[in-house]
């Protein structure tokens, strides 16, 4: 598990970088035309963005495409973000909205070679392990996928892509308390699904 | 759902391992940024949208704010914006051209004060050079007319005279005199707007050029051009000559002076030239400033010499004008219906004094007119005093407002009843007016009643000059025929 990030995958990193740690002056620098400081915004947020994508769709390929997808959006949306919110809040829901669409997309021819699963890459991994964690996630991942809109927002941004709670709600524009609301009303769901595919 | 599953789901979901990203993804993301990041632009760009777009709102408040002053500057004092003139050539008095009617208001206002100029100064004296009118030359310079040219000598002056002061304010009634025959000098400037006038003139059908205004006819006025050249031989504005019906009431102004002239020179008038309708009009005269649009006003009473029908008078007033008229009278009304019911369960007879209808109809209105209708009514006998006899209503659509008003009166056999010395000073001098030019007729009582009682009104108020008059034409008139002819031919 040496090379594969956790969720949050922020939480590793919150000791050396404050969530919000430069971010405004990151952001001056980005609208003044600064290359670097995009780059280093880059740096600070692809591989969240791409966790939660990986988790979102379980092809990690797809999800780097939707990654790099995101970040395209995002260039050209950068002059209309306030900066009110987090930078990472803004570009998860850039990310959510792009995996959004690409399953709404009219299905595209898929090659019978590709995986559908998730494969990890690495390969130093115990593949018991891998594979058991690999099937319990896919089941949770569909299940939560059959979550209700809202539901599976609120679940996806806040254990997939890291969000704290207040942050979600900043998104959805409710209180708190309706997203943890929202959450237990998920789990309930969760549980049920999950039960009813052991079964 | 217990804790524990709970827990068990967030842990799932919470811990569950994630690949890290492909290496190559960073390099595949910056290589996406934009060559040119700055956001400047943008908002700039937006910004700027934006203040284009407030720009663009503003002008147009501005330009509406500027018609709206260049309207009000350009009415007149009383706010008027529509003539006349204007109305009947568009026959159905709709003012399309509002740009046309306001240079109207201004050449009848130039022709105005050149009138009251010529009236005053030696016809020798060669013109004045008049001062620059700014507004006149706005307009002109709004239509694209062409530049003035120099004045073309001894160009006729206009004639608009004035009503000579009458002594008394509430038997004023403006008069206007035709103007004697003047010609229009040729155009030799602002011929498109010539032209239109006179396409605009000769485009309203005859009638309806007649009929504007009860029967005044649309006129042709030269205006004298200005020596500054501010407005050169320009086409006349539109005058009307004071109208000579309403409502199918004739209103004639000059029976009056005929018929006195007539029999103060000894002449015996034909009766059948004789228009009662006109006199009675004559001495119903004008009504007090209205202050609405248009004022409907009826009475009735027994008539002045006893054993005739009873008299119920119909006067309808429009507001007046805050200035005497002379050229143009702005509509106080249009598409204007007058109807005298008369309730035959309560009438065993009526009688047109004069000709006409029961019902008539004006398509325009204009300020400062007045128009009385007689009607001699024999109610029937054992009537119950709050018996409706007759009942007028009178619809119009206010020029001001654009509203339809109906006006309605009702007409009770208590007031059919009531003595005629108890009437108004109006009505008393219309039905003796009415009395007296019956007697030159010969259809009615003698002359000299009406005399007698013209005399009475005449010392009550010895400044009335109607009074005055009437006593003293219905008292020639009794001498030059002697005793009048009794009864009456209806």
Same mark, same amino acid.
């Given at each position: ?199 | ?33 934009? =060559? ?61 051209? =509002?740009?046309?009617?306001? &240079? ?26 008049? @001062? ?36 008394? &304010? ?63 031989? &320009? ?17 004639? @102004? ?42 409907? =006003? ?100 206010? &020029? ?91």
């Amino acid at each position: 598990m040496a090379k594969v990030a956790h969720f949050p995958v922020r939480l590793a990193e919150a000791e050396e970088k404050p969530p919000r740690a430069g971010e405004r002056q990151l952001l001056e620098a980005i609208r003044a035309g600064d290359r670097a400081a995009a780059e280093e915004m880059v740096e600070r947020t692809y591989s969240a963005v791409f966790a939660s994508l990986c988790r979102l769709c379980s092809d990690c390929d797809l999800a780097a495409d939707l990654t790099q997808e995101t970040y395209q959006k995002a260039w050209a949306a950068l002059p209309k973000f306030d900066g009110r919110s987090q930078l990472f809040t803004w570009l998860y829901r850039i990310a959510y909205t792009t995996f959004l669409n690409h399953v709404r997309r009219p299905r595209r021819t898929r090659s019978l070679d590709e995986p559908d699963s998730v494969e990890p890459r690495d390969d130093s991994a115990p593949i018991d392990q891998v594979l058991a964690d690999s099937e319990e996630s896919e089941r949770l991942r569909v299940a939560v996928l059959r979550l209700p809109d809202d539901l599976r927002f609120t679940v996806t941004a806040h254990f997939w892509g890291g969000l704290a709670v207040r942050e979600v709600a900043e998104i959805e524009k409710i209180t708190t308390v309706a997203i943890r609301k929202r959450l237990h009303k998920a789990f309930t769901m969760l549980e049920a699904m999950m039960d009813e595919e052991v079964r | 759902m217990t804790q524990k599953k709970k827990a068990e789901l967030q842990r799932k979901l919470s811990i569950a391992p994630v690949p890290r990203p492909p290496d190559d993804l960073a390099g595949r993301i910056k290589a996406d940024i934009p =060559e040119f990041l700055r956001t400047d632009h943008d908002r700039k760009r937006f910004s700027s949208s934006v203040a284009f777009s407030l720009r663009v709102a503003a002008s147009i408040l501005l330009v509406i704010t500027s018609a709206f002053l260049g309207i009000r500057l350009l009415s007149s004092p009383d706010g008027r914006l529509i003539t006349e003139s204007a109305a009947p050539a568009s026959a159905a008095f709709e003012m399309k051209d =509002e740009q046309a009617a306001e &240079v109207t208001v201004m050449i009848e206002e130039s022709a105005k004060k050149e009138a009251d100029a010529s009236t005053l100064r030696d016809v020798s004296t060669p013109p004045a050079p008049a @001062p620059a009118l700014p507004r006149q030359l706005a307009v002109r310079e709004r239509l694209a007319l062409p530049p003035p040219t120099p004045a073309p000598p001894a160009a006729p002056p206009a004639r608009a005279e004035m009503a000579e002061p009458e002594s008394s &304010v509430a038997a004023y009634r403006p008069r206007v005199v035709p103007p004697v025959a003047a010609p229009p000098p040729p155009a030799a400037a602002a011929p498109q707007l010539a032209a239109d006038l006179d396409k605009a003139s000769a485009d309203a059908p005859a009638e309806a050029r007649r009929s504007a205004i009860g029967g005044a006819s649309l006129r042709e006025v030269a205006v004298t051009p200005k020596s500054a050249g501010i407005l050169n031989t &320009v086409h006349a504005g539109l005058s009307y000559e004071a109208p000579r019906a309403l409502f199918d009431v004739s209103i004639d @102004p000059d029976e009056f002076d005929r018929l006195r002239k007539m029999v103060e020179s000894k002449t015996t008038p034909e009766p059948q030239s004789v228009n009662v309708e006109a006199l009675v009009n004559h001495f119903a005269g004008a009504g007090l400033a209205s202050r609405q649009d248009v004022a409907l =006003e009826v009475e009735a009473s027994l008539a002045p010499i006893p054993d005739s029908p009873a008299m119920l008078r119909v006067t309808i007033d429009t507001a007046s004008l805050p200035e005497e008229p002379a050229g143009s009278r702005p509509p106080a009304a249009t598409d204007a219906t007058l109807e005298i019911e008369i309730r035959d369960t309560a009438v065993a007879g009526y009688s047109i004094v004069g000709s006409g209808e029961l019902k008539a109809g004006e398509r325009i209105l204009l300020k400062g007119a007045s128009v009385t209708r007689l009607i001699e009514l024999t109610v029937k006998p054992g009537l119950e005093r709050s018996r409706e006899v007759a009942r007028v209503t009178l619809r119009y659509r206010s &020029v001001r407002t654009g509203r339809e008003v109906v006006l309605s009166r009702s007409v009770l056999a208590r007031d059919v009843a009531g003595p005629w010395t108890a009437a108004t000073r109006r009505h008393r001098l219309a039905t003796l007016g009415a009395m007296w030019g019956e007697s030159l007729q010969g259809t009615a009582s003698s002359g000299e009643e009406v005399a007698r009682k013209a005399a009475n009104l005449s010392s009550e108020e010895p400044e009335d000059a109607r009074a005055r008059e009437l006593a003293a034409a219905a008292t020639a008139s009794s001498r030059l025929r002697g005793a009048g002819p009794t009864g009456s031919a209806r």
